[in-house]
């Protein structure tokens, strides 16, 4: 019998022939819906948004496909939500929104810009570079909003740990939020 060490997809293959990858035989479905989103901030000091006609202005980000790990869904969502190539830096905080069907759980990592241009999609009409002040003016959506001050905490205060929060929107309420 083999161990799982020694257990290569060539060896998979062969103990189970029925079965022609692991995507087949385990369903694409979760119990939360996965999304990952950047704080990026440029050497001026602006931070990258992205308008949604949904959510308004927001950090880039959205939903990691199936086979995806959260670090490449990010890389993907932003390069499409904004045009540019980005290094994630690190994992900022963890958010459940518990009121959405089905749940979502958001990772929010800060991320370091290496390259691209800015361009707009037909899903986020509007991109842009903002100093905080104004960013912070142009974020209407509260669960935006969180992610906003979180963001900025770790850029602008060097706030270490991550940040976990539980929270459900219509109206929107912060359930459980803390640094761990």
Same mark, same amino acid.
């Given at each position: 019998?083999?161990?799982l060490?020694?257990?290569?997809?060539?060896s998979?293959? /062969?103990?189970?022939?029925?079965?022609?990858?692991?995507?087949?035989?385990?369903?694409?479905?979760?119990?939360?819906? #996965?999304?990952?989103?950047?704080?990026? !901030?440029?050497? !001026?000091?602006?931070?990258?948004?992205v $308008?949604? &006609?949904?959510?308004?202005?927001?950090?880039?980000?959205?939903?990691?496909?199936?086979?995806?790990?959260?670090? /490449?869904?990010?890389?993907?969502?932003?390069?499409?939500?904004s045009?540019?190539?980005?290094?994630p830096? $690190?994992?900022?905080?963890?958010?459940?929104?518990i009121?959405?069907?089905p749940?979502?759980?958001?990772?929010?990592?800060?991320?370091q810009? %290496?390259?691209?241009? #800015?361009?707009?999609?037909?899903?986020? &009409?509007?991109?842009?570079?903002f100093?905080?002040?104004?960013?912070?003016?142009? %974020?209407?959506?509260p669960?935006?909003?969180? $992610?906003? !001050?979180?963001? $900025?905490?770790?850029?602008? /205060?060097?706030? /270490?740990? %991550?940040?976990?929060?539980v929270?459900?929107?219509?109206?929107?309420? #912060? %359930?459980?939020g803390?640094?761990?």
């Amino acid at each position: 019998m083999l161990s799982l060490n020694e257990l290569q997809p060539e060896s998979f293959n /062969t103990l189970f022939p029925i079965v022609k990858n692991m995507s087949e035989a385990l369903p694409l479905t979760s119990a939360q819906l #996965l999304c990952a989103a950047a704080c990026i !901030q440029d050497e !001026q000091g602006r931070y990258l948004l992205v $308008r949604t &006609p949904l959510r308004g202005w927001e950090f880039p980000g959205g939903v990691v496909e199936p086979g995806e790990s959260l670090t /490449t869904g990010l890389l993907r969502e932003v390069e499409e939500e904004s045009g540019y190539a980005v290094k994630p830096l $690190r994992l900022l905080a963890l958010m459940s929104n518990i009121s959405s069907h089905p749940p979502k759980l958001i990772a929010l990592y800060s991320a370091q810009l %290496i390259g691209g241009s #800015l361009k707009t999609s037909a899903e986020t &009409p509007e991109v842009g570079w903002f100093l905080s002040e104004a960013a912070e003016t142009l %974020i209407q959506h509260p669960a935006n909003a969180l $992610r906003w !001050q979180i963001g $900025r905490a770790a850029t602008e /205060t060097a706030q /270490t740990g %991550i940040y976990h929060a539980v929270y459900t929107l219509f109206p929107f309420e #912060l %359930i459980e939020g803390k640094y761990y």
